[in-house]
């Protein structure tokens, strides 16, 4: 899948065949998890220290047939320093952080 960020710019990216397609930039985010796939945000930025690539934190949900965030999921499991009792807490931030359910704010385009 080849990702085309503008007019001299393009990447190539893994998504899981059974991944919704992108919807259209403002459209209700669908989880087609191509954001993610393709650099990381400001949460995986900050707190996984990841500053290019897919994002490690990226979760492919089987049984939904999407894409997760999986600091929203369980960010225990990617934060050694964050005690699974403030796991839920932190999971509400990151919610907040990332507007995850709200509209898909990626303007990439797939050729
Ligand atoms: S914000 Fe857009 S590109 Fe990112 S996962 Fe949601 S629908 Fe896909
Ligand atoms: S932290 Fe979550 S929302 Fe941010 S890039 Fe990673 S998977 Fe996507």
Not at 14 to 21: F, I, R, T
Not at 29 to 54: D, H, I, T, Y
Not at 79 to 103: D, E, K, M, N, Q
């Amino acid at each position: 899948m080849t990702l085309q960020r503008d007019q001299s710019e393009q990447q190539i990216l893994w998504l899981h065949p059974a991944a919704p397609a992108k919807p259209a930039t403002g459209a209700p985010c669908n989880g087609c998890g191509l954001c993610c796939a393709a650099e990381p945000c400001p949460v995986a930025f900050l707190f996984l220290w990841q500053r290019k690539g897919r994002c490690r934190a990226l979760e492919w949900d089987a049984e939904a047939g999407l894409y997760r965030c999986g600091m929203l999921l369980q960010p225990d499991a990617y934060l050694f320093w964050l005690p699974h009792i403030a796991s839920g807490w932190f999971s509400r931030r990151v919610r907040r952080w990332i507007a995850a359910g709200t509209a898909c704010d990626s303007e990439a385009e797939l050729v």
